[in-house]
């Protein structure tokens, strides 16, 4: 098994999210080792860990509601495939950070 610094000097962009259950330990370690790593603006980042399934559909309809605004969301086409993606992303989840 890696190490969390090896896996993240190695990471990739993932195309599909897990549905394995993480343990939340697990989840909070990884959030407080991240919280280490450089950044170059004055103001920390802050994460929050989302797991609840009213949490999730917040979330979501955020997501959507903030790509209609900018326009990637224009028509019904684009509505579904947003849509279709952002419940995969996060609805189907186990969890969200």
């Not at 599909?16 to 989840?27: A, G, I, K, W």
């Not at 917040?58 to 903030?66: G, P, T, V």
């Not at 189907?92 to 950070?97: G, K, N, R, V």
């Amino acid at each position: 098994m890696k190490t969390i610094k090896e896996a993240i000097l190695t990471r990739r962009t993932a195309k599909r999210s897990l549905t394995d259950p993480v343990e939340q330990q697990l989840l909070l370690d990884l959030l407080e080792q991240a919280s280490h790593a450089p950044y170059h603006k004055e103001e920390p980042w802050y994460a929050k860990v989302i797991t609840t399934e009213k949490e999730k559909i917040y979330l979501a309809q955020e997501i959507i509601d903030f790509y209609k605004e900018i326009r990637l969301i224009h028509d019904d086409t684009s509505e579904e495939k947003f849509t279709k993606k952002i419940n995969r992303l996060i609805k189907e989840a186990p969890a969200t950070i």
